[in-house]
């Protein structure tokens, strides 16, 4: 079967890689390897907040462009193939839970100034257990008769948290799992530096009974907290899943275009079956990972029942692609590939750290094998 992006998608791609092309450079990227973290700087951050991209899947009650989860990924994608680090993906997707909580109030008291840009956000899930996602979560809120409570445990890998002014942070509610809005001063949270091998801003949160109440507690309007988590978990995975389709694209189109110019005994090197056969397999490989994304984005937005093992797939295959491409380009372009000024190595740290965030393949094999066996084992 066909499938088109739709006028208005192609024109948000569109709009989206030249505005990355004019307004950011790679060389920012360089710099945060040598002084990290590496971050999107504040006009550049106000200029994409002007153009609605944080908003872009919410309400627009809230200010928000009220697209499809394919239209987000599109933005993603195209910051994946820029090299453009976070904060984009967690605030999209912090903004997408709130919005999508029932809890108005506290959607109210923060949505607008995150689409706006003048606070970020982001979400606190995985923990320095071994395992990925909510399943695994063992931070534990405690609550009172009078709604009160307090939050303990330490989370790792939280992205551009140095900076975030809002922590929506995966914890074991009395009743099940859920997320909790903290603020990024709270008393008795602490944020630690950690380190990336593509210097993108990570810490380390830790959590000393902070405090909180029970109107910090994300819910859908039925009251089910696990379902808002899981959900935002997913829409999360899932722009992860595009950023590196985006690394996977660029790192294609820039070694073709290498193997057309390079020349070696007398012929472009892509005039060799070696490489030409390469170059074909790693455009099987992203075209089949575009199809399973866009498969994914479609089930979410449908709340399709199988939609959790289509996110899976999508970011197990693409996490692979992403890592075996970036390595192909590396390798065809031979030793000038691993010099400083080219971008190939670039792509390849930051394919490398996507593909282990939110759970590596196998974690999203697994998580897909498990589904399937239960559904019809």
């Not at 360089?30 to 991209?53: N, Y």
Request: aromatic share 6%.
């Amino acid at each position: 079967m066909d499938f088109e992006l739709s006028e208005e998608q192609n024109l948000i791609r569109d709009v989206a890689a030249r505005f990355l092309e004019d307004n950011w450079s790679s060389d920012i990227r360089r710099k945060g390897l040598d002084e990290p973290p590496a971050t999107i700087p504040s006009e550049l951050w106000s200029e994409i907040a002007a153009m609605g991209w944080l908003g872009i899947s919410v309400g627009e009650d809230v200010g928000g462009g009220a697209q499809d989860m394919l239209s987000a990924a599109i933005l993603a994608e195209a910051a994946g193939a820029a090299l453009l680090p976070g904060p984009l993906i967690s605030t999209m997707a912090a903004v997408t839970a709130l919005d999508r909580s029932g809890n108005q109030s506290l959607r109210n008291a923060h949505i607008r100034a995150l689409i706006q840009g003048d606070k970020r956000a982001t979400l606190a899930v995985e923990e320095a257990n071994g395992c990925w996602g909510p399943d695994r979560v063992e931070a534990r809120a405690v609550l009172a008769s009078d709604g009160s409570g307090t939050l303990t445990g330490t989370k790792i890998l939280v992205p551009d948290g140095d900076g975030a002014d809002l922590f929506l942070v995966a914890a074991r509610l009395p009743d099940g799992l859920g997320l909790i809005a903290i603020a990024g001063d709270a008393p008795g949270l602490s944020v630690t530096p950690m380190r990336r091998m593509d210097g993108q801003a990570v810490v380390e949160v830790q959590l000393d009974g902070v405090p909180f109440d029970e109107n910090a507690i994300l819910a859908s309007t039925d009251g089910d907290a696990e379902r808002v988590l899981r959900e935002a978990y997913d829409f999360w995975s899932v722009l992860l899943a595009a950023d590196l389709l985006g690394i996977s694209s660029a790192v294609l189109e820039i070694t073709t275009e290498y193997a057309k110019e390079r020349v070696q005994f007398g012929r472009p090197i892509g005039s060799f079956q070696a490489v030409s056969h390469k170059l074909a397999d790693n455009l099987v490989d992203v075209e089949i990972g575009r199809s399973l994304l866009y498969g994914a984005c479609l089930a979410l937005d449908e709340e399709a029942p199988d939609r959790e093992v289509l996110v899976s797939a999508a970011k197990a295959y693409l996490s692979d692609t992403a890592v075996s491409v970036s390595e192909s380009g590396l390798q065809l372009h031979g030793g000038i590939g691993y010099t400083w000024e080219l971008d190939i190595h670039l792509y390849l740290r930051q394919a490398r750290c996507n593909a282990a965030s939110l759970g590596d393949a196998a974690h999203h094999r697994e998580r897909a094998a498990t589904y399937l066996a239960d559904s019809f084992g």
